[in-house]
């Protein structure tokens, strides 16, 4: 009888032994978030995919997702805890059967513009006994871009109501020799090459080519990030500067007026070609843009006169201009005057005019 309990106890340590180094073996975990790209506090879903590979019935298991420091969980609270560094982890148990799979979804959503890293998971199994637990990483990043806050519609329109009023009338003082809608009779002012061979044979007398006026602005969309405010206050002033630069561009989307995009912001991870995007509209166009503006971070790539001096090269130098700045500057004034184009506009929006009304007290990813 001693034997056997002898036996018993022998195969009981083991079995225990065997079974905590096997408690994790064919467990695999997949990582994924439903959107990459989304607004401020917009919801998407965080999706955990476990797989148990093995034929083993796995009666415990312990996932732990991280997430971002300024995750929102939706009723979660109770199992959403800090570590020691400050990032917060969902905590869950499940069991799982044979050769099966199990997928959770979490949902949350984001407060801030900011690139947001997902850092993986720790998964906890335990022993037959359950008096111990063997735990395990798995590294499957992911990230997600939140987009800068919106300023009011109707508050672009005021800051831009007069520069695009100058737009629409030089619409009309400026001809298009691309568009041609018929002919008038030759002044003898018109360069011989205006003149309309096929219309001057039929009436007998010389006609020059009529065009139509142009119909599509040219506008450069222009972000400087260089700020003389080295406190919080000058990222907040940045901050602000996303904004409106989203929005300025949105307006431009909206009247379907094409623009390019400069900027002297970095872009973390950066987006391909985001510093200099040529003319364009559309959804891809935008997009593109408000990536670079959700990624950038406060660190300058180039001072503001290199920058500036974009707006005089080929493909620019007969656009007017849009620049915006974190706050007034004499001298960047001045600079970007003199850059300026016969004939062209700059218009200036000062991020110090506007943030208080777009991040007075808004919580924003500047540590993160």
Partial sequence: MLAFAIFLFIAAVFLQRWSLERALAGIDVNLECSKTLVEPDEDFEFVTNLSNRSSRFIPFLKIGVMLPKMSKVAHARATVKKDVHNFLWHNSTTWMSPRSKLERRLSMSLPARGRYLFRGALVTGGDFLGLDGISKRFFDFNEVVVFPKEVDPGEVSNMLG???GDLSVRRFIMEDPVLTVGAREYTGREPLKQISWNHSARTGKLMAKQFDYTVEPLVSVLLDINTNNTETGGERLQETCFSLTRSVCEYFERRRIPY??????????????????????????LLAI?????????????PFGATVAKLTQTQLKDRSAIIIMPERDEAKRMLAMQNKSAGRTIHFIYGEDYVDEIYGGIETNIRD
């Fill in 260 to 285: 390019d995009f400069i900027s002297n912001a970095t872009t973390a991870s950066a987006v391909s070609g985001w510093a200099y995007m040529a003319e364009g509209l559309g959804k891809k166009h």
């Fill in 290 to 302: 408000l990536e670079g503006l959700g990624r950038a971070s406060y660190m300058p790539t180039e």
């Fill in 162 to 164: 007069g520069f695009v």
